[in-house]
């Protein structure tokens, strides 16, 4: 499960989204296409999806949806000051 310091309220909702586009197809198709937009909706702070690059792994053999998340490479290997500063006030 996704970690989001100091959201914990957030994880319960990530939890429902995900169990929505476990049996929601429609729900599923919109994660898959625009994670960040889905992920607002349930609050997610911007300065979250800021910092992520989520990317939506349906792997359909198994029927299982999965939303990993990964620090957004670009930006790190820009060695981005914003980015780093908003980094490193989120994970201290």
């Not at 990530?14 to 898959?32: F, P, Q, S, W, Y």
């Not at 989520?54 to 792997?59: L, N, P, R, S």
């Amino acid at each position: 499960m996704a970690r989001f310091p100091y959201y914990q309220k957030n994880i319960v909702a990530l939890g429902k989204l995900l169990a929505n586009a476990r049996i929601d197809e429609r729900c599923r198709t919109r994660l898959k296409h625009d994670p960040a937009s889905e992920l607002r909706k349930i609050g997610l702070p911007e300065n979250v999806l800021h910092l992520m690059a989520f990317e939506i792994v349906d792997a359909e053999s198994s029927k299982v949806t999965v939303l990993p998340y990964k620090l957004n490479q670009s930006r790190l290997d820009e060695k981005d000051p914003a980015y780093l500063g908003s980094l490193a006030r989120q994970f201290c």
